[in-house]
């Protein structure tokens, strides 16, 4: 495969994002700068920066075909590389490898539900490396491993891990609980999941792979869990009551300390970490036109969403067209103050509510709302009608600065 001519390494600090007509733009935070990569009669979605930012990978389609498409932040960069294409077996989420070589990705099989598929920057066609339905994963710091959770129920859910060069499976890890994305520390030292114990009882493990030891820690409901991307600290959500869904209250465990330590109190739907450490942003949801929907939100199952791309195993919580969506709350926590602040009370686009929310804590391993110093965020924000691309910084007042679809920013 001809190599794509990246930009060259440094500072970069920029926001990918989709246009109202679904192609791929770039820009900088304050608004300037703006550059079209993509004007093809494709339409994109949910682009990814590598986490070098030397290239943008994204979901593309005709209505008929879909692929995953390629290209350098650069001007009058050309037509995007093609790095799958299918009629039938269609992609629709993405995530890098941490060494920004390999592209991670699942669509549509037409046997097992969802597959698990790695391509290379430099060699053409792609693998198969797993099946399931429901598909979540993460990707281990050296970039030779991923830890994948599939399956709902017994016998065909797992949690296992996937060697990338040989593409061979490990047996089965635990008996994974009602939980989502699997979380690997930064260090790699600490893995987090959502476990089933012999008594049908769903616990939290985090397991210190260097000392080989275990804490657990027991939960209502389903989970939703993210690692501190600066240290080896772990926050997760999950309801008080034994329902199906994972909203609840925000925890902090440190795995050394062996404790949990409430965070917010408030019935928290999604949250993302700084790339500092220091702060966590959270949503809340502010009036709900439909309670019943979001607060008893079921189990993971396959769906698709009105534009037709298909989601990774959730259909609750979905607008039709017309539906209007629930307003929600921006807020940031410090972590070690544990004092909170309201940044924005806004009204999302039905893409961010219906694909991105439902699996924040995996899209958050590969698609980043913070700025690369922790100091803003970029979010959707409807408008009159009009979606525009918001930078909402912590100190200051949110800023549009373009029209579009949503958008996700660079990693440094």
Do not use: C
Not at 91 to 105: G, V
């Amino acid at each position: 495969m001809e190599p794509i001519k990246a930009r060259a390494p440094g500072r970069i600090n920029r926001i990918a994002y989709i246009t109202p007509q679904g192609q791929l733009q770039t820009i900088a935070p304050t608004g300037a700068d703006r550059r079209t990569l993509t004007d093809t009669d494709l339409t994109y979605q949910f682009p990814a920066w590598s986490p070098d930012g030397s290239l943008i990978a994204a979901i593309g389609g005709d209505g008929s075909s879909t692929g995953v498409f390629v290209s350098a932040d650069r001007p009058f960069a050309g037509e995007p590389k093609t790095i799958y294409f299918s009629t039938d077996q269609l992609p629709f989420y993405l995530y890098w490898a941490p060494n920004s070589r390999l592209i991670s990705f699942i669509a549509s099989h037409p046997r097992a539900g969802i597959g698990l598929h790695l391509a290379s920057m430099t060699e053409e066609g792609s693998q198969l490396l797993a099946t399931g339905q429901p598909l979540f994963w993460n990707w281990l710091p050296a970039s030779d491993r991923i830890l994948v959770h599939s399956g709902v129920n017994r016998p065909e859910a797992r949690l296992a891990l996937v060697e990338v060069e040989h593409g061979r499976i490990s047996k089965n890890l635990a008996r994974p609980g009602l939980f989502q994305a699997p979380g690997i520390a930064p260090s790699g030292r600490f893995w987090a999941y959502g476990e089933i114990d012999e008594e049908e009882n769903s616990r939290l493990v985090i397991e210190d792979i260097g000392q080989q030891e275990r804490f657990m820690l027991l939960y209502e409901g389903a989970l939703a869990l993210g690692w501190d991307p600066s240290g080896d600290r772990l926050a997760y959500i999950a309801p008080s009551a034994p329902v199906q869904r994972f909203y609840g209250p925000l925890q902090l465990i440190d795995p050394r300390q062996r404790r949990a330590r409430l965070l917010i109190e408030p019935t928290v739907l999604a949250f993302f970490w700084a790339p500092t450490g220091r702060h966590i942003a959270y949503l809340t949801l502010v009036e709900a036109p439909y309670p019943a929907e979001w607060e008893e939100a079921g189990p993971p199952t396959n769906g698709t969403v009105p534009i037709g791309y298909p989601t990774n195993g959730r259909t609750a919580n979905r607008l039709q067209a017309g539906q209007p969506s629930p307003r929600l709350e921006l807020s940031v926590v410090d972590v070690a103050t544990r004092l909170s602040r309201r940044l924005l009370e806004f009204e999302p686009p039905a893409l961010f509510v219906n694909q991105f929310l439902p699996f924040f804590d995996q899209y958050a391993l590969s698609h980043r709302l913070w700025s690369p110093d922790g100091q803003a965020l970029v979010l959707p924000v409807v408008q009159g009608g009009v979606t525009e691309i918001t930078v909402i910084p912590l100190e200051g007042e949110p800023r549009p600065i373009a029209e579009g679809q949503i958008a996700f920013w660079s990693q440094q």
